[in-house]
């Protein structure tokens, strides 16, 4: 399945600068190094499309991509960076709540948990954040080509309870490795068949 071409629309750090919202979207969300930039790089085939910034104190922006004219593609900042600056926190928080609650054209939200930790508290708050807002959400676990089996299950059944607390997650969960390429078509058939 090939989604068409994907361009950069803009980088947004307020409400009032959201592009109209005229058609399908979906979101990919996660904590930094996750591999989230990865990930959209092996779903969009594009190398660099999204660039990776841990830089704390960054200004967050919420990032829009094209997907064939009929989709953005939205990348939000990676969260749980513990040095960021307190207020630069509650600021993004603030838009991303706002964001999530609000966006009449919102399908779906990409979580991405890293395959070694599993989810973790912060994730569980972005998590009770898309309950709220009732966005249905699913649960990405990246680099698969990492842990060892067992560590993985171990982690799999960690996040498969958390998930289970939150009505809005969809109870399957998706194994990706943007390496060996895992996981990119499933993702790929999703987006394909939201509406
Ligand atoms: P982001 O901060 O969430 O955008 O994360 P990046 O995409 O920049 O990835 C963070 C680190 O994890 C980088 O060193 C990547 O090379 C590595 N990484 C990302 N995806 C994978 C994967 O599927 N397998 C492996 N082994 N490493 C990965």
Same mark, same amino acid.
């Given at each position: 399945l090939f989604l068409g071409p994907c361009e950069f629309v803009k980088g947004v750090v307020a409400m009032e600068g959201l &592009? &109209?919202? !005229? =058609? #399908?979207?979906?979101c990919m969300a996660g904590r930094s190094n996750v /591999?989230? +930039? +990865?990930?959209i790089n092996a779903l969009t085939g594009r190398k660099a499309l999204a660039r990776t910034s841990n830089t704390p104190g960054r200004t967050q922006e919420i990032n829009f991509f094209a997907l064939a004219d *009929?989709? @953005?593609?939205? !990348? #939000?900042? /990676?969260y749980g960076f513990a040095k960021a600056p307190v207020a630069v926190v509650a600021k993004w928080q603030a838009l991303l709540k706002n964001y999530l609650a609000g966006r009449q054209t919102l399908r779906r939200v990409f979580l991405l948990i890293d395959s070694r930790h599993g989810a973790k508290e912060v994730d569980e708050e972005i998590m009770s954040v898309l309950d709220r807002a009732a966005v249905p959400f699913h649960t990405v676990m990246t680099k698969i080509d990492k842990p060892r089996p067992a560590d993985l299950e171990a982690s799999l059944e960690r996040t498969r309870q958390i998930i289970a607390k939150h009505p809005t997650a @969809?109870? %399957?969960?998706? #194994? *990706? +490795?943007? !390496?060996? /390429?895992?996981?990119? %078509? *499933? #993702? =790929?058939?999703?987006?394909? /068949?939201l509406n």
């Amino acid at each position: 399945l090939f989604l068409g071409p994907c361009e950069f629309v803009k980088g947004v750090v307020a409400m009032e600068g959201l &592009p &109209p919202a !005229d =058609r #399908l979207e979906f979101c990919m969300a996660g904590r930094s190094n996750v /591999g989230k +930039s +990865s990930l959209i790089n092996a779903l969009t085939g594009r190398k660099a499309l999204a660039r990776t910034s841990n830089t704390p104190g960054r200004t967050q922006e919420i990032n829009f991509f094209a997907l064939a004219d *009929t989709h @953005y593609m939205v !990348d #939000l900042p /990676g969260y749980g960076f513990a040095k960021a600056p307190v207020a630069v926190v509650a600021k993004w928080q603030a838009l991303l709540k706002n964001y999530l609650a609000g966006r009449q054209t919102l399908r779906r939200v990409f979580l991405l948990i890293d395959s070694r930790h599993g989810a973790k508290e912060v994730d569980e708050e972005i998590m009770s954040v898309l309950d709220r807002a009732a966005v249905p959400f699913h649960t990405v676990m990246t680099k698969i080509d990492k842990p060892r089996p067992a560590d993985l299950e171990a982690s799999l059944e960690r996040t498969r309870q958390i998930i289970a607390k939150h009505p809005t997650a @969809y109870p %399957e969960i998706i #194994l *990706t +490795s943007s !390496d060996k /390429g895992d996981g990119v %078509e *499933t #993702l =790929r058939a999703i987006i394909a /068949g939201l509406n």
